[in-house]
């Protein structure tokens, strides 16, 4: 079958079932139905019967909205491929920048202490390994489901060299959770759940992403009001705070974090897009 009819055809169909990326979805399931990297599609004429078959079963998903990488089995996020499918948050590109700010924070400190909050597939708590070695990191996730995908990215990364993550399985509003760090930790990064009950979201969110990782009460703010407590009493005086939140939390979010009264220098960012993304402090100490 002719490749670029073939692709074209798909892409279409694609944007009728409403995808928001028809044609680069459409390449990256055929090059994923073929076992070879999207670059070769340029150079492709042909694709066979087998491989066609195979293609035209993810597209069939893709058109009923499953996410793409629940299809191909993996997300990039910075530098890492991370496993995910059903029961695990797919990793978003705009959770990047939160990741280069705690970097940043981290610099000039040989053995940071830092703790991820509902790790999911564990793209914040790998990276932070990957790319700086001497962080000593914990991942905690309280989602029965999902925690199979942290542990598995997590063994996966330390078995390609990186810094073992431990993964914890446990409520980050839990009082009692990771009592021997209290006033040890130098940075608690999150990217909670923030989704107000009710708000609208895609189909590949709604139907696929874990409820747990996506609704966080009326507001969206329910999980952070427990998380600034947790982060509170983890953080040592000066330890630093990154919280992702939803486009219309750009100001509501701070106000939370300052109301709390254990912070300073709270600040919001923008992400790539320039949309408000995520909110940083400082304990007070
Ligand atoms: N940003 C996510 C979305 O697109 C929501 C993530 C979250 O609640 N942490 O739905």
């Known amino acids: 079958m002719n490749a670029r009819t073939l692709l074209g055809t798909a892409a279409r169909r694609l944007a009728d079932a409403g995808v928001e990326s028809p044609r680069v979805d459409a390449e990256l399931l055929l090059a994923h139905a073929l076992g070879v990297p999207r670059a070769r599609l340029l150079t ?6 087998r491989a066609a078959e195979r293609f ?21 996020f910075r530098y890492l491929e991370l496993a995910v499918g059903p029961g695990v948050f797919v990793p978003r590109p705009e959770t990047e920048q939160l990741v280069s700010w705690v970097l940043e924070q981290l610099t000039g400190v040989a053995e940071p202490v830092v703790v991820d909050l509902g790790s999911g597939s564990g793209a914040i708590a790998l990276s932070i390994a990957h790319e700086h070695p001497g962080a000593r990191v914990t991942a905690v996730e309280r989602d029965p489901g999902a925690i199979e995908w942290t542990r598995q990215n997590a063994r996966a990364r330390a078995a390609a060299g990186d810094t073992p993550v431990e993964v914890l399985a446990a409520d ?3 009082p009692g959770l990771l009592r021997e760090l209290d006033g040890a930790v ?55 705070l990154g919280i992702e939140h939803a486009d219309a939390q750009g100001e509501t979010l701070p106000a939370v974090v300052r109301a709390h009264g254990g912070f300073t220098e709270v600040d919001d960012h923008p992400d790539l897009a320039g949309r408000p993304r995520y909110t940083t402090a400082r304990r007070v100490g």
């Open 172 to 174: 980050m509003t839990d």
């Open 44 to 49: 492709l004429a042909a694709v066979d019967g």
């Open 186 to 240: 130098d940075l608690v990064v999150s990217n909670p759940p923030y989704v107000p009950d009710g708000a609208r979201v895609p189909r590949e969110v709604a139907d696929h992403d874990p409820p747990l990782a996506l609704w966080g009460g009326p507001d969206g703010l329910d999980v952070v009001r427990g998380l600034l407590r947790t982060a509170a009493r983890l953080l040592r005086p000066g330890g630093a």
């Open 56 to 76: 035209e079963t993810l597209l069939a998903q893709r058109a009923d909205r499953v996410p793409l990488q629940h299809l191909t089995g993996h997300a990039a």
